[in-house]
């Protein structure tokens, strides 16, 4: 069963964007996942199309109407719709590695990409609606957000990358960031690649590698190296 991808958007001419190059987007044509984006706008009932609101209680901004977007979500992700319900929200819990295969091991993700000041609360609790961030920053809109999770979780479908073990030892795959990475010409700007590189020993690579990819976890990532340190 191919993976299913529904946005709810003010913006769907932005779909599929990068989502739709590279192998993602040969994914896409050779029918192992598939992308809808759905106008929010087309739900709307009065002649503006109005989907927003002032916030109750005042303050700045518009907020998403709860009645309108409910009724996309019904849409297109009936009661019986197993597939996890995502709003892009910078309040959400921290998208990481782990939930993008969690995703991408089922059949699909409905995500609803906010604009304005939000959503009303009633509609993401009603329709259970799992707050998710890509980062500690505020974006305009949902829209690069639910592109950049969909291409992590994506790229995880099985086929969709050459080779299994090119995944393998990536970032965050084993809890530490990925080691350096070198490849021809032998020498650049009078850098030489690494001896213990071209060795030719694939223990003592394997050795180097794991040590760089603790090290550079150690320096940029201290959050992942006490947890790394914690597990192991």
């Known amino acids: 069963m191919a993976f299913k991808a529904d946005i709810i958007t003010l913006f769907p001419d932005l779909f599929p964007g990068p989502l739709g190059a590279s192998i993602i987007g ?3 044509e050779n029918g192992t996942w598939s992308l809808n984006a759905t106008q929010l706008r087309d739900f709307a009932t009065d002649k503006h199309k109005k989907v927003d609101d002032t916030p109750a209680g ?8 709860p009645d309108i977007l409910a009724k996309a979500i ?5 009661e019986d ?3 996890p319900r995502i709003l892009m ?3 959400g ?16 993700v409905v995500m609803v990409c906010g604009r304005f000041e939000g959503v009303d609360q009633r509609v993401i609790d009603k329709r259970h609606l799992t707050e998710v961030s890509i980062g500690d920053f505020v974006l305009c809109g949902g829209e690069v957000a639910a592109m950049a999770m969909l291409e992590a979780t994506v790229r995880l479908l099985p086929g969709v990358m ?8 990536e970032s965050f795959e084993n809890g530490l960031l990925e080691y350096p990475q070198y490849t021809r010409p032998a ?5 030489p690649i690494p001896d213990i590189v071209t060795s030719g020993d694939h223990k003592k690579v394997a050795q180097w590698r794991q040590e760089q990819s603790e090290e550079l976890t150690k320096q940029n990532r201290p959050d992942l190296w006490v947890r790394y340190k914690r597990e192991t």
């Not at 050459?162 to 030892?169: I, K, L, N, Q």
């Open 162 to 169: 050459g080779s299994a073990e090119s995944e393998a030892d």
């Open 187 to 191: 020498e650049f700007e009078g850098t």
């Open 58 to 65: 005042g303050g700045p901004g518009l907020v998403l109407k």
């Open 93 to 108: 819990k921290p998208f990481d590695q782990q939930m993008a295969r969690d995703w991408a091991n089922g059949p699909g």
């Open 89 to 91: 929200s910078p309040r």
């Open 26 to 28: 040969r994914a896409a």
């Open 81 to 83: 719709d197993p597939r």
């Open 74 to 78: 019904d849409h297109i992700s009936p």
